[in-house]
């Protein structure tokens, strides 16, 4: 509906707007203006931050935005009276989604990634609000995950994901994270149940992929740890079920509950069958852990 433009500090909206909507969408943008003056939009969002981490990030602010500009269009409301109606809101945002044919044609990645910014970032924000009310998530308080929005005690206690990277990157074309939010979105996609996709996400700790080029094929090597065995036993049973059912002519797949140091760890390989990594697929190393 509206843009701010941290680049030219610039508003943007649609002519002909109605006023009542008017007024959210300016209230909504100028949060974000705001939001530029205390930390850079743009570096916070930018690609070097990761997938996972981006979308962290770009939940929490766009979940702020929302979250003002309707205690500005409700002024007699607290943040826990807004958060009793929040959830009849939020089931009519998804339904509104689900109305637009283009959208609901759309891959679930893409609508969920659409939608997630401002319904699960708008949750976090409002439980945010209740536990730190004099004070921002801004800075050192970003959250660092999506699994972070998703549980905010997880965020609470500080619990950061685990930095995984390639130890050897030659003849990868491509690599990042999928965070507990797109695992949870496959996992759905595979098994056809939202909450089948919860349960087997939760538990996500860290995870890096990568898609290597080779004779002009590609392969995706993907490497995930787990707060423990039990999650990650309950990943990899669940990945083992279903993808099989996904598997193209001519292609193979690898599946495999592994260990990668202290944590419990799960590989997924996808790639055609003259692949020549299969004995030795890529491996990941932990850079950073400091949360679990």
Known sequence: MGYFD???????????MDPALLRFTVAHELVH??????MPLTEILGAEQGNDRRAAAQAMLEGQATMISMLDMLPERSVDELGRVWP???ALIRDQQDQMPVLAATPLVIREGLIFPYV???DFIQWFMRNYPDTV?????LPQSTEQILHPDKYRQQDAPVDLVFSDTSGVFYDN?????ETRILLTELTGSETTGSVGAMGW???RYAVLRSDGEYTLVWWSVWDDERAADRFVALLAQQWPQRVADGWRHVIERTQIGQWAAALFVYGPEQWPGWGSPPRVLVRS???S
């Open 33 to 38: 203006a705001l939001q530029d003056q205390y």
């Open 177 to 181: 994270g999928l965070g507990e939010l």
């Open 6 to 16: 941290p680049d030219s500090s610039t508003l943007y909206l649609p002519d002909g």
């Open 137 to 141: 998530p801004y800075g050192p308080r």
């Open 120 to 122: 699960a970032g708008a």
């Open 88 to 90: 009849q809101a939020r």
């Open 289 to 291: 852990s400091t949360g």
């Open 205 to 207: 700790a860290g995870d």
